[in-house]
């Protein structure tokens, strides 16, 4: 099993910053990829970013180069910087784990989610 804990989510004006930890602890042995998810109201999660072990990361249209997504392997941690903030990336944030084990099975891990609030 694999614990993920988010932080850093919250109320900001549009033009803001805020930035997301989420800390995996438990089973963390071959976590693969980490990465982010949101989902605002009446809506399905969508992928924002993600950033496998090696560092390869892969964003949404919507938030390339206004996010940035990091890892510290050593910490067991990813983070997102999210910069000039719109009102239209209000939503819950979700962090995301995946698992490979050595016979290919691969394990998701979702975290419990954190508010975004972007006012105009």
């Known amino acids: 099993q694999v614990q993920l804990v988010e932080s850093g989510g919250g109320l900001v004006q549009s033009g803001g910053s805020l930035r997301l930890s989420c800390a995996a602890s438990?089973?963390?042995?071959?976590?693969?990829?980490m990465g982010w998810y949101r989902q605002a109201p009446g809506k399905q999660r969508e992928l924002v970013a993600r950033?496998?072990?090696?560092?390869?990361?892969n964003y949404a249209d919507s938030v390339k180069g206004r996010f940035t997504i990091s890892r510290d392997n050593a910490k067991n941690t990813v983070y997102l910087q999210m910069n000039s903030l719109k009102p239209e990336d209000t939503a819950v944030y979700y962090c995301?784990?995946?698992?490979?084990?050595?016979?290919?099975?691969?394990?998701?891990?979702w975290g419990q989610g954190t508010q975004v609030t972007v006012s105009s």
């Open positions: 995301k784990a995946e698992q490979l084990l050595v016979d290919g099975t691969v394990y998701h891990y």
């Open positions: 950033i496998t072990r090696g560092g390869y990361t």
């Open positions: 438990g089973s963390i042995f071959s976590i693969d990829v």
